[in-house]
């Protein structure tokens, strides 16, 4: 199949004008200022004019609880399993799943299926081997193994840290875990990244400070999640991102709830912050939680119930900093893109570039909603709608 998306505003995340994009099955084949193919009807060709549109990368959401999540509560607060439709009606073309509290309900077999299930259905997907707890409970029976030998699993997590849920690991626990995860990377050509939790504990980044001052292990063999869950925790993220270290937002379908509630900063301000600083464009990521267990309040805020973390979070954190952090598209873009695809060695994704892959979003101009979503060449989103949906859909 070939397709040609034609006078769309494009963003690599960088803005590079109205150009003509050409996809060739499954890959980015050209872009260019004007594209004109005629094969006379031998291969069908697909034009899609986008004025009034801009085309953006496929987004990475980083940190998935595929299988459901939550559990905390007891066995009726386990949360359901992710659906193609809900990541690409969210703009999602690539996830990352991971396990999360519960490593013994749903174990990493489980993990690695549901991966394969949803790439069978259209989208691409990678896994974290392990849970909360250390030690991991792996595929293989080791974490180098796992990494090495899976091709899905790159990296281990969420390793929950300053949480009363951890496992309470020593410190020879926790190094010893990411410096075979590192290993196991540069071995296989993975980024063996350490995914961690980190909770609302007063120890917060300690065990990562610790770990960068009395090892070799570098600071960019760590990311560490909801950065944003209260002041305190931010700015010990504002100082590791100083030192070089990755960190991670978690979304919000309701930033302004959540601030105003839990303290939560938001990620257009966590990202303003990030740019007065100086801080490294390439050093920030956002994730939505997805299937996490999240409470639920009406206008009183009263607790009504339990819902559940969804990926159309990552947009609505994007629209944010674009309509009310003033934060150009391309900067907030990043966090969604290029710098989780770097970060966790994604080959030919987060970038709209020739040869990579056709995972892309045609988002309008004015508003940025979400029209189409394009998912390793396949039209998955047509017009706002779902036109492919997962088998029990």
């Given at each position: 199949?070939?397709?040609?998306?034609?006078?769309?505003?494009?963003?690599?995340?960088?803005?590079?004008?109205?150009?003509?994009?050409?996809?060739?099955?499954?890959?980015?084949?050209?872009?260019?200022?004007?594209?004109?193919?005629?094969?006379?009807?031998?291969?069908?060709?697909?034009?899609?004019?986008?004025?009034?549109?801009?085309?953006?990368?496929?987004?990475?959401?980083?940190?998935?609880?595929?299988?459901?999540?939550?559990?905390?509560?007891?066995?009726?607060t386990r949360t359901p399993e992710s659906t193609l439709t809900g990541f690409t009606t969210a703009g999602v073309t690539t996830v990352v799943g991971t396990l999360g509290t519960d490593g013994v309900g749903r174990d990493m077999s489980a993990l690695v299926a549901k991966a394969r299930g949803l790439e069978?259905?259209?989208?691409?997907?990678?896994?974290?081997?392990?849970?909360?707890?250390?030690?991991?409970?792996?595929?293989?029976?080791?974490?180098?193994?796992?990494?090495?030998?899976?091709?899905?699993?790159?990296?281990?997590?969420?390793?929950?840290?300053?949480?009363?849920?951890?496992?309470?690991?020593t410190f020879e626990e926790f190094i010893r875990a990411a410096a075979d995860a590192r290993v196991a990377g540069m071995l296989s050509g993975k980024a063996g990244i350490v995914n961690i939790h980190v909770g609302d504990g007063t120890r917060k980044l300690e065990m990562l400070f610790r770990a960068v001052?009395?090892?070799?292990?570098?600071?960019?063999?760590?990311?560490?999640?909801?950065?944003?869950?209260?002041?305190?925790?931010?700015?010990?993220?504002?100082?590791?991102?100083?030192?070089?270290?990755?960190?991670?937002?978690?979304?919000?379908?309701?930033?302004?709830?959540?601030?105003?509630?839990?303290?939560?900063?938001?990620?257009?301000?966590?990202?303003?912050?990030?740019?007065?600083?100086?801080?490294?464009?390439?050093?920030?990521?956002?994730?939505?939680?997805?299937?996490?267990?999240?409470?639920?309040?009406?206008?009183?805020?009263?607790?009504?119930?339990?819902?559940?973390?969804?990926?159309?979070?990552?947009?609505?954190?994007?629209?944010?900093?674009?309509?009310?952090?003033?934060?150009?598209?391309?900067?907030?873009?990043?966090?969604?893109?290029?710098?989780?695809?770097?970060?966790?060695?994604?080959?030919?994704?987060?970038?709209?570039?020739?040869?990579?892959?056709?995972?892309?979003?045609?988002?309008?101009?004015?508003?940025?909603?979400?029209?189409?979503?394009?998912?390793?060449?396949?039209?998955?989103?047509?017009?706002?709608?779902?036109?492919?949906?997962?088998?029990?859909?």
């Open positions: 199949m070939i397709t040609v998306i034609k006078n769309v505003s494009v963003y690599k995340p960088e803005p590079i004008g109205v150009k003509d994009v050409l996809l060739m099955g499954d890959k980015i084949a050209a872009i260019e200022d004007k594209i004109d193919i005629n094969l006379n009807g031998v291969v069908d060709v697909k034009e899609i004019d986008c004025t009034g549109k801009i085309l953006v990368p496929g987004f990475i959401d980083c940190h998935v609880h595929i299988l459901g999540g939550g559990g905390e509560g007891g066995f009726a069978e259905e259209g989208i691409t997907t990678y896994v974290y081997t392990g849970s909360y707890r250390l030690p991991l409970r792996t595929l293989t029976g080791e974490i180098m193994k796992d990494i090495m030998f899976i091709d899905k699993v790159i990296g281990i997590g969420e390793v929950a840290i300053s949480d009363h849920r951890s496992s309470q690991p001052k009395e090892t070799e292990i570098p600071v960019t063999q760590f990311l560490p999640t909801h950065i944003n869950r209260n002041p305190e925790l931010f700015e010990e993220g504002i100082r590791y991102a100083k030192e070089g270290g990755y960190i991670d937002f978690t979304a919000s379908e309701d930033p302004d709830f959540w601030e105003e509630q839990d303290g939560e900063v938001r990620f257009s301000k966590g990202l303003r912050r990030i740019l007065d600083e100086g801080i490294s464009l390439d050093n920030f990521t956002i994730s939505s939680d997805g299937q996490g267990s999240l409470p639920v309040f009406n206008e009183k805020k009263e607790f009504i119930g339990l819902g559940v973390g969804k990926s159309t979070s990552l947009l609505v954190s994007i629209k944010d900093c674009v309509f009310n952090g003033d934060i150009p598209l391309e900067i907030a873009l990043r966090a969604v893109t290029c710098n989780p695809a770097r970060i966790l060695k994604l080959k030919g994704k987060g970038r709209v570039e020739k040869h990579f892959d056709a995972d892309l979003c045609l988002m309008d101009e004015k508003t940025l909603d979400i029209d189409t979503v394009i998912a390793k060449g396949r039209i998955m989103v047509e017009n706002k709608k779902a036109v492919v949906k997962g088998t029990f859909e």
